[in-house]
């Protein structure tokens, strides 16, 4: 499968604990862009990541939240001492050189109880 | 504030006949829109897109067109067909500048028999 990956698929956290999502980009891909879907809202921008270069981060809130993509291995999107809020649709999508092009994986579904 | 609005949140439609997708947008800077699908617990996915330079694309069944004095752009599927039946977002981006895709909120697709 060359899509992009994400795990784990459905999260379930109390609050204060921390979350951490992964996304493995496409193969070839260098670029990864994280979005979150509140319940009946479109999907927001939150992170874009090069390998080891955050690029832009102007979507991610200021506290409890970060993001990596090391040189090796899947890109992580980090929630520390999640509240109910944090609860959303987590999706990553990746691209190439062609950054207009971004395909999206199949999201995290984050529950904070 | 919403830079790209879809302001019809479903829209029924008989198998066989037009579906018409609407968007706007207010940022004037966005030059490359896309269309999206997305089904229940799955990731978008990419459907269309067209450049600012351009007023329409097709692509099989689907044509997007764009109205930039209008800051308006739509998606017209002929014939629609049951397996259409989805969510679909409008989404814009600053190729210049940017490589977020700022989402609408959605409109949701029925196809009936």
């Known amino acids: 499968n060359a899509g992009v990956m994400q795990n784990p698929r459905h999260l379930v956290r109390r609050r204060g604990q921390e979350a951490r999502l992964r996304c493995s980009p496409m193969?070839?891909?260098?670029?990864v862009y994280w979005y979150r879907q509140l319940p009946e809202e479109g999907l927001k921008f939150m992170v874009y990541?090069?390998?080891?270069?955050?690029?832009?981060e102007s979507g991610m809130p200021k506290e409890r939240f970060s993001a990596e993509f090391p040189k090796e291995g899947p890109s992580i999107l980090r929630i520390q001492q999640v509240v109910r809020g944090d609860s959303a649709a987590y999706f990553c999508?990746?691209?190439?050189?062609?950054?207009?092009?971004?395909?999206f994986g199949p999201g995290t579904r984050l529950t904070v109880l | 504030d919403q830079q790209v609005k879809q302001n019809s949140p479903s829209l029924s439609v008989q198998e066989g006949r037009i579906s018409i997708l609407n968007c706007d947008y207010t940022?004037?800077?966005?030059?490359?829109f896309l269309w999206y699908k997305k089904y229940p617990a799955e990731g978008p996915t990419f459907l269309i897109s067209?450049?600012?330079?351009?007023d329409k694309n097709e692509d099989g069944r689907f044509t997007v067109f764009l109205n930039k004095s209008a800051k308006h752009l739509s998606l017209h599927i002929v014939p629609s067909q049951p397996g259409d039946s989805a969510v679909y977002f409008c989404?814009?981006?600053?190729?210049?500048?940017?490589?977020?895709?700022?989402f609408g909120t959605g409109t949701r697709l029925q196809v009936t028999l």
């Open positions: 999508a990746s691209s190439g050189t062609r950054y207009n092009e971004q395909f």
């Open positions: 193969k070839g891909h260098s670029h």
């Open positions: 990541l090069q390998k080891e270069n955050i690029i832009d």
């Open positions: 940022n004037s800077m966005f030059d490359y």
């Open positions: 067209i450049s600012s330079i351009k």
């Open positions: 989404a814009a981006m600053n190729t210049g500048t940017a490589s977020k895709l700022t």
